[in-house]
């Protein structure tokens, strides 16, 4: 047990991962985390989406705008900002690389429990990416 609430165990994993300390998934990354976001499950799933996101995309930092906690919930509003460097995420699997610099805003929602994350879910704006990409193009009427 632990008497730190979900949004300190959120705010000091957001905080050391942006510090470049790895070790922090194994610490508080549940290994057994649900992640309702992706198809990739627990603490190694989560390992395979950051190194594909390390893949496709260089120069990645991430712009912070609320934390919010309630309870055993923690909501984060982000930006993830890279260059497009490759194309293997199954969501712009095979698209030419454009080489650009990318945003992409996303809201995590992660539950905590006994000192660690057990559950993510997560809101993308993957359009507005694509569109950045040339991947997508909106239609007009």
Known sequence: MTDRSAKDIVEEFVRRWDEGDERVIDELIAEN?????????GREGWKLIL???????????????????????????????????????????GAPVTGA???????????AENGQIVEHWACRDDIGLLTELGVWTPRTS
């Open 33 to 41: 985390m649900v992640n309702h976001a992706a198809a990739p499950q």
């Open 51 to 93: 190194q594909v996101i390390d893949h496709d995309l260089a120069d990645v930092t991430i712009e912070h705008h609320a934390l919010i906690g309630d309870g055993d919930l923690v909501a984060h509003r982000m930006t993830m900002h890279g260059t497009h460097r490759a194309s293997t995420m199954p969501l712009w699997h």
């Open 101 to 111: 610099r990318v945003s992409w805003p996303y809201i995590h929602i992660w539950r």
